[in-house]
């Protein structure tokens, strides 16, 4: 969106310019503000609606608002020579395992 043209800023000094721009980021941050709160009570409503409190929400999206990542699988077999190393038998075999199974051992024997 343009500038409007009463709005001389090629007249206006580095403190002028400053000055603009912090008012500026001063009223994004209050529309931004006013948004969220509408927002928020747009959805407090549909919830309601639907029978569900913000408990029931923060249940489901966590405490921080994002959505909770899923678990991640447990590990299934480890690394004999570096026990930090683990696969959860899921996706592409890491190197050490190809490695162990070439050598004529079984994923059995790496099974934790």
């Known amino acids: 969106m343009p500038i409007p043209p009463e709005v001389p ?5 580095i403190p002028e310019l400053e000055a603009l721009l ?33 408990s029931d929400l923060a249940a ?3 405490k921080n608002g994002k959505a909770k990542k899923p678990a991640r699988p447990a590990a299934r ?4 020579s570096n026990p930090r190393q683990t ?15 070439g050598g004529g051992g079984s994923l059995e024997e790496l099974a934790i």
């Open 60 to 62: 489901h999206f966590g």
């Open 77 to 80: 077999f480890r690394n004999p």
């Open 87 to 101: 696969w959860t038998g899921n996706g592409r075999r890491p190197a050490w395992v190809e490695e162990h199974l």
């Open 22 to 54: 912090a008012a500026a980021e001063t009223r994004l941050q209050k529309l931004r503000e006013e948004e969220r709160r509408a927002a928020l009570a747009k959805l407090d409503q549909m919830a309601a609606g639907l029978g569900l409190s913000r």
């Open 9 to 13: 800023l090629q007249t206006l000094t």
